[in-house]
């Protein structure tokens, strides 16, 4: 998942012991408009950059 207003992308899984991790880390990019979704997935992420152009 991508937060738009940082923006950042957030992976989160399991390790074998059971633990929740989260990666997070900056995306390039800049902050999106308050009216655009706060989260949304790395594809759709991607396509609204392209599209900013």
């Not at 991508?2 to 990019?29: C, M, Q, R």
């Not at 408009?33 to 991607?46: A, I, T």
């Amino acid at each position: 998942m991508v937060f738009t207003k940082i923006p950042a992308i957030a992976i989160y899984f399991s390790d074998p012991d059971g633990h929740y991790l989260e990666f997070i880390g900056v995306l390039p990019g800049k902050h999106l408009p308050k009216k655009e979704p706060l989260v949304v997935s790395y594809n759709d992420w991607l396509e609204m950059e392209k599209n900013k152009n």
